[in-house]
């Protein structure tokens, strides 16, 4: 890594968008500070793409991202925004980014933010370099995302909490984690809090299987159980109804819901936000765009945009095998 | 407070029951050391009142809640037990006391496991006295209960790190803590966390007034607001609907779990179980029965079951008031 | 309690003094929103009596206060101030205060805060009224300070942590918490931690009686222990030492320190905050002066100034008694 | 990988030793269970290599293991065992592995335990397998070990909550964190609070940088800073005051202690013990020995006990710059 000063380009705008993740003011921080030191001047749009469209912008500087670090969230505020993905609304976009003179653009987000920027950047001369943030660690082409491992934490606790309740009242717990697709965040906490059940939307779902597994565990003497489950896998109010009259043992849902999404970021968080807010300076100093900051087997780099956009992040099955052992 | 030792009773039993608190281990721990050191041989039933129906039962000793302090749930576990409210469910826990020797129980526990600690203190010899123990404070005659503390601070820092969403997004939200029928922990919670609104089912609710406080806030700026509702207030599903509909701001719902139940409780939660399960031997030393132990202005003092069980604790709607402008 | 508008007085000054508690911000908050609805305008003065000295002053409205509740340390920031004690600070802190226009002062701080506040209630028209806030719980008159809870609960998370190590090493750890002369801090912590032994300042210090206790757990096999010591006992570093020499056991010292005064405030210190700057602002706007808002048997009240700096708090030795049975 | 089951071993012996480290629980339950799974009786050593020197063994069962990923510490304890660096200790060592029949056994700690389990290895038939856990993350051949995220973040709470303290007051605070002769924990926890100022053993000390740094932050009106200093880097005492002498700024010293070994096991730490634990069982089930289970750029592999023992891990210098950028 170099930390040479940049000269033939003169303005970075960042803009954070898509669902927030702890360590988005962590990644601003970064790339302001980054990007002042090597001496662009940096802009900050605020409330994601609608910033973009509707020139929501503001300086920033080293100071005014001063005491962020910590924080939960993003300063910069974030939007869903549907105007984005009209030809109007992209339209305002590329001129704002040309009014305000900005030669790169740092997008904070996750792939539906990527999938807008890549368009973005089919229609402007503007960089534009992604920073994969996001609690749902969906992002193909980076092993980790911003946000993932707060997220995972998070749950964590939550569920251990949970334990007490389902050992004390010898019940069966379902929890609902985030992820609506896929179960990057189920598979990780379900591991790590040594749930008896894990359950994501790329396995298919068995409800007999379930039961069965629950109903051997009673046989053994283990009258509670955590069952941890994606959001994507499908109506898990009854399937709560559904142990209860198959096992016979009282069954919970808890719901774990935005809390996920903020809370001061870990220091694992912190960290990934740093080097990817680095790295995508360092990407538009060497005056490339259309790439994605991220980390591939432990290794800061990047990827294409498109390839990006392209691909779909497979979950590592194995890692359920390996829990499905662990919770014997 | 004297810290005699007692001769002329043998044999204390401990049974927590109902829904399970943080502190109700710190609890066990209290009754079954200052017992110890009173001379009191020291029995736990398992399992609620299902224990002493069933005769689960097994030797506490000072070294047997051995770091426990520190642990949510309650190591005796805990059920709600349709069949003590039973004439034969009553008359075999009337029979297990009596074929136990146990001179004096201390239930564990909150209002549902009083009235039926009333209920068989009619029925036997056994000095029954309660130690108030739940997150919905609702026993009358306390000022506190035991785990009250910890949920509250649980439910605190959950909402912190969904206000951080809440702001980033400029959206208003939902917070649905435990309360079916009284609004204790989301007052305190809406207090503390500097609600916007706090709906309590002590307080008829009203729609518009919602409504108007919201828009009244993004007249002036405010684009973010938390409510917090006890669970008892309604529908909360269909008023987030109402009110994105009748003011057009996006809203979302967080119903915060069974998290709120367990977790390691707060020091407040552990010292008012030292000082409660301390009251409790002694009542039982001094060969009283049908108490509670309990927390008045200040004082650790006592009162009769029978009151408890007869009585409403009222809800201080100034602290609603207090909330109120508070959060202005 | 009343909310009525005061209208015989115009503008409130606020300072916080002495070390920072968490809770203060909370304070500030609930005093500028509570006298902005009574009709009041607010100053804040800023670094602690320094600001009163050279002016350091700037406007606080409810906006300006919107998400603080939860952060640690003071925005006011705060100051040890040796000049206060000078007849010339004086004199230019009375001056402010005319300058200013300043009808009301509260002061935010700990009984070194309270006394030189009543010193300037001598010299000045200006109304100084007190709000008990330092993690040591020394002022006089009050039964809890804001900030108190949220230090209990710090130090109980550290040594819970410590213990695990404490156990798995069996070791006995002396962990040393703030308080320099009194032991309202490591008497609640440590009850609530479980502490094997406690040494406060009001209690000679044996060091026998320590070797003997820790001896008598060893015969017992009890071989980790915590001794909770507040600072001014004496040489914790020496007394580690001593103990190993004269046990046998490896002994280790972790001094608890300034995180104590720092984190996010617990809901019991906030909600103190809360009902303390209510009635701060209160005994204002009823043109009182001299007093100091506190909590009194679960109520709260005002007293006289005066009156708290001159008496000394005690510290209920019933509790070490307590902890000490528990603990058996 | 693989989860045959093994048939030619038999019996694999589990110890922990050293300084104790978050997540050594969840890394016996792991070696626990895979190596019940895979056909496998267990045992456990206790009180480090103290264990197999006195045969301090008891059987492990997944059963015995349930409840503990989520503690700190070691349920098999650990001690430093002075008495294994002897012929007369290694030797015993020896026959109890022989008389216990291991054929496999587990060490799981860090590089100093690695070196005896090396020794061992040469004398012994039983296959030795290491399991990378220290806090300090200095175990050369693996890019991190079971309890360094806990730690991290451990501190990383701490400071922010010191933070607080240091803006309020505007004081220097040099917060020492542990690592007597490795800056890895320094070095992360200081990039993730965005200290001011990282001090580590790898680089040597230069008083006056420090100083500078400080005023020149002061002339730009930063009055307050962090500086993260590994214990090894000298007398931080002696550094608070020459800064205090130096710059005139206000400076104290906050010293992490042992809450930074203890404490629940971030996800982090309980998925790399899940990971590591299990690869350790697949060495054994391979009938291979003389091996460290370990992360190497994002994968989990094996390398050569006797190469961990040989080499120095080295700390990453760009991390320490890249701090430096962002802390502007």
């Excluded at 992002?139 to 980790?144: L, M, P, R, S």
Aim: proline share 3%; net charge neutral.
């Amino acid at each position: 890594m170099s930390f040479f000063i940049g000269v033939s380009l003169k303005t970075i705008g960042i803009v954070t968008s898509g669902g927030d993740a702890p360590g988005m003011n962590a990644a601003i921080r970064a790339v302001t500070r980054i990007a002042s030191y090597r001496g662009f001047k940096v802009l900050g749009f605020e409330r994601g793409w609608e910033g973009l469209i509707s020139n929501f912008v503001r300086p920033l500087t080293p100071r005014s991202v001063s005491g962020i670090i910590q924080l939960g969230g993003t300063i910069l505020h974030t939007t869903r925004c549907p105007r984005m993905e009209t030809p109007e609304g992209m339209e305002k976009a590329v001129d704002c980014l040309a009014s305000n003179g900005v030669d790169g653009l740092v997008v904070i987000g996750g792939d539906g933010s990527f999938r807008a920027a890549l368009a973005l950047s089919e229609r402007t001369d503007t960089l534009i370099v992604g920073v994969p943030a996001t609690i749902d660690n969906d992002v193909a082409g980076t092993d980790e995302t911003i946000g993932f491992d707060t997220a995972v934490n998070t749950a964590v606790q939550e569920i251990d909490k949970i334990r007490d309740t389902a050992i004390s009242h010898e019940r069966i717990f379902i929890v609902e984690v985030m992820g609506r697709k896929r179960g990057f965040l189920a598979a990780m906490v379900g591991l790590t809090v040594g749930a008896e059940i894990i359950l994501v939307p790329e396995v298919p779902f068995k409800a007999e299987k379930v039961f069965n597994t629950i109903k051997d565990n009673a046989a053994k003497g283990k009258r509670s159980a955590i069952i941890v489950a994606a959001e994507g896998i499908g109506d898990t109010k009854k399937l709560a109804l559904d142990i209860e009259k198959n096992t016979g043992l009282e069954t919970r849902l808890s719901i774990l819901g935005y809390a996920q999404r903020g809370g001061s970021p870990t220091a694992r968080s912190r960290y990934l936000a740093g080097e990817l807010g680095n790295k995508a300076v360092e990407i538009i100093s060497e005056e490339n765009g259309g790439q994605v900051a991220c980390l591939q087997n432990g290794v800061i780099t990047s990827i294409d945009l498109k390839t990006t956009c392209s691909m779909e992040k497979p979950l590592d099955l194995r890692l359920l095998k390996l829990a499905d052992i662990l919770a014997t």
